[in-house]
């Protein structure tokens, strides 16, 4: 997928310096090298993504190399280095979503939005992060966690799409629970 | 709150946590608690207690709402327990917000919900209500570790001190030397959770022998699997249960540093640990010179990035260092050269949390629960279409057949059980012949399972063995590091294979390629997860080899899931 970066936009790091003074205090060098990732996800939790003026403010902070840094950036899957689309799509792919039928709802986001794993929709609506692990709320598989907070469960894809145009348009979207039991 | 001095001043604390919680049950007020976890929250738990709030102000009804912990029963989420003045606690299940007016409604006016319950907390019944432990799900089950689910609020030290807890602590503390905690840790028979099966004890006694300082004991909280789910609701409905067995486990090695690496993923379980430290630093349990004594303890909290390698002991140890989360080939193992080069000792969440119990009893007591291989308890989780999903506390040596339909209430309507993947992503699955093996480390291995960290996916008629074996071997694919090559390389080789079988140019002799392939990746991958990575694949050829022979002969698919058929159409086409 082509690099789309958000025209010169310019990342306040204010907050960043903020959370990164008062949590993020090792006292030696071992304690550096541990919180680089909480630091990243502190930074990921800010801005949606870890900016590359965000990653050189971690890395100034702790002492340690810009280059250890992407290094666990770009190892561990939760991270993005790109920015996101509007809304964030977690869609759990564990065992218990693959049985309830998680794969046909990546096909629908796929043919129907564009949107790859890790990608960003063309219209920068959605962003979709697979998740290999399990999310923990199998009752409501096959589960798409949205925007951090909300839940879609029991989705089909006629459910799904129905939920994604409903939140591109702003409206809410609760009646696409599911039924209960 | 200030420090506790000595023992006798948690003595006093105690006792005062004790008549408080007393009080609480015993009082005039309405205790009402909701089950706040990460399954619950998904459910609408957070919504369900908001309008609790509101309904319970604007009725007037005298009550004391507090959040407690997950009990287990996902099908039943959110529930919300009512205890009305003079009358034993009711818990209710799926009470969702619209159930809210009618429930508080009902309540005021003195009656009970029997067919909103799901039993009541006593021994007898109560206005129709079961015993809560004569419910289907719970009946066959023995709760050690989840005793407290969906009683305690996890985000409160005094609930779990008023359960007696951080009394096993202080037995080990006061009344115990290091040695005699690891003997009563052996002698319990204590076996790894998180999959392996390792003797606690014996890991534990090879720590204590290694020479070298400082040591380091390390929970492992980061449940990357896709098909379990129980150390996170372990964390978010007892975490102090967790915090006090590695405070047992640091007694133990002498060792002042103590950590949890907790998948990122999981944030209210990272949240509830990490105030529960917290909370423990606060009243003195943790720190320097705890209750008036030599010892100190320090615990930190790490999380994860979403890396399934990272719950390799080793990978996990390099994650905590702030490096790649890679595993590293062994010898030395761990309790030699593990956290910045120094002897560690890592075990499952589940497996602290165990050690509490057995500190408090005796390893003797803990050893007569389960099989004579497999002591003890065993949390377990079901996914797929089955009527009660959630987590399960059961004794070692159950059968899975009773697992499956009797404590989780078999399959849902209109699902036909095909079999059950055992092991997450390490092992094969179980047909339903084979259902009758006993839960415990070593008997499902012959069969071709194994009980790995208890979870177990249940999946019917509608789910392809073939594409079932490409999702588990593709997970494979994603997740292997790439340090190794037989991992990196073997494991898109046979999902580029399987994908050449569902789309329908399967060859016979492309199952003894998958057979000679899966050997190299055991025989040569530098990791446990490496060795057994193409073990899902080989289980799913041994229970279905009819599935596999329809897709290569027949060139069809038998659930009608793979795109063999449309590519046959095609095949067809091209033939006129």
């Keep these: ?181 | 709150m200030a420090r506790l001095a000595d023992r006798q001043d948690f003595e006093r604390y105690a006792a005062a946590v004790h008549q408080r919680w007393e009080r609480l049950w015993a009082g005039d007020r309405w205790v009402i608690s909701v089950g706040i976890s990460g399954c619950s929250i998904g459910k609408g738990a957070l919504e369900t207690y908001r309008h609790l709030e509101l309904m319970l102000a604007q009725e007037g009804v005298p009550a004391t709402l507090r959040q407690v912990g997950c009990a287990g029963w996902c099908f039943a989420e959110p529930f919300v327990e009512v205890r009305a003045p003079g009358a034993p606690p009711v818990v209710y299940g799926n009470i969702t917000t619209d159930r809210v007016p009618e429930l508080v409604h009902a309540l005021k006016r003195g009656e009970v919900k029997a067919e909103l319950a799901l039993g009541v907390r006593a021994e007898e019944s109560f206005g129709g209500i079961q015993p809560l432990s004569q419910h289907p799900f719970l009946a066959r089950q023995r709760r050690l570790l989840f005793a407290d689910a969906g009683v305690v609020d996890p985000e409160s030290i005094d609930d779990y001190i008023a359960r007696g807890g951080y009394r096993a602590f202080l037995k080990a503390l006061f009344e115990m030397t290091p040695e005699e905690v690891v003997a009563e840790v052996k002698a319990s028979n204590l076996r790894g959770r998180g999959g392996a099966g390792f003797p606690a004890g014996i890991k534990w006694e090879s720590g204590r022998r290694t020479q070298a300082w400082p040591k380091y004991v390390v929970v492992n909280s980061h449940e990357g699997e896709p098909n379990v789910f129980k150390d996170r609701r372990l964390l978010e409905t007892n975490p102090h249960l967790v915090l006090e067995g590695l405070l047992i486990g640091c007694y133990a090695l002498e060792t002042p540093h103590g950590y949890n690496y907790i998948g990122g993923e999981h944030a209210l379980a990272v949240q509830r640990f990490q105030e529960a430290v917290r909370q423990a630093y606060e009243l003195g349990l943790l720190g320097d010179n705890i209750l008036g004594t030599k010892f100190s303890c320090h615990v930190r909290v790490r999380t994860g990035g979403g890396a399934y390698i990272c719950g390799e002991g080793s990978a996990l140890m390099y994650a905590i260092m702030g490096q790649r989360g890679q595993p590293r080939t062994k010898p030395p193992r761990s309790v030699e050269e593990g956290l910045w080069k120094r002897p560690t000792v890592l075990n499952n969440t589940e497996t602290f949390a165990s050690v509490p119990g057995i500190v408090r009893h005796g390893g003797a007591w803990y050893a007569s629960l389960g099989t004579e291989q497999s002591t003890g308890t065993k949390l377990v989780t079901i996914q797929g279409p089955v009527k009660r999903v959630g987590v399960a506390e059961i004794e070692m040596g159950m059968t899975l057949r009773e697992l499956i339909f009797e404590v989780f209430g078999g399959m849902r309507e209109g699902y036909r059980f095909k079999g059950v993947q055992t092991g997450g992503v390490s092992a094969g699955p179980l047909r339903e012949d084979q259902l009758d093996v006993p839960i415990d480390f070593d008997s499902m291995t012959p069969l071709g399972g194994m009980l790995g960290s208890g979870g177990f996916v249940v999946f019917d008629e509608s789910v392809c063995a073939v594409d079932f074996a490409r999702y588990l071997t593709a997970f494979n694919r994603f997740e292997s590091c790439s340090k190794c090559n037989p991992c990196r390389l073997g494991n898109p080789a046979l999902v580029e294979i399987l994908d050449r079988i569902r789309n329908g140019y399967g060859r016979p002799q492309d199952l003894d390629i998958i057979r000679e392939g899966s050997k190299h990746i055991i025989e040569l991958s530098l990791c446990g997860l490496g060795q057994v990575a193409p073990m899902p694949l080989l289980g799913m050829m041994k229970a279905f080899p009819e599935e596999f022979d329809a897709h290569i002969r027949e060139k069809r698919c038998p659930a009608n899931v793979c795109p063999i058929s449309e590519a046959t159409l095609l095949a067809a086409a091209g033939d006129d």
């Design chain 1, 1 to 181: 997928m082509a690099h789309h970066v958000e025209p010169a936009e310019q990342v306040d790091l204010a907050p960043l310096r903020e959370v990164l003074a008062s949590q993020f205090r090792p006292r030696d060098s071992q304690e550096a090298y541990e919180l680089i990732v909480g630091a990243c996800q502190e930074a990921q939790r800010l801005y949606g993504w870890v900016p590359p003026e965000a990653a050189q403010a971690i890395a100034d902070h702790l002492g340690v190399t810009i280059n250890r840094i992407y290094g666990l950036l770009t190892f561990y899957a939760d991270f993005r280095t790109e920015p996101p689309g509007k809304h964030f799509l977690w869609l759990c792919h564990g065992a218990a979503c693959y049985v309830m039928g998680s794969s046909r709802l990546i096909e629908v986001l796929r043919e129907r939005y564009g949107l790859e794993d890790h990608g960003v929709s063309p219209d920068r609506e959605l962003t979709l992060h697979v998740f290999n692990g399990c999310l923990g709320v199998c009752d409501l598989a096959p589960v798409i966690q949205v925007d951090h907070h909300t839940y879609w469960g029991r989705l089909t894809p006629d459910r799904l799409t129905a939920a994604i145009d409903a939140l591109k348009r702003g409206d809410p979207v609760e009646e696409t629970d599911g039924p209960a039991g």
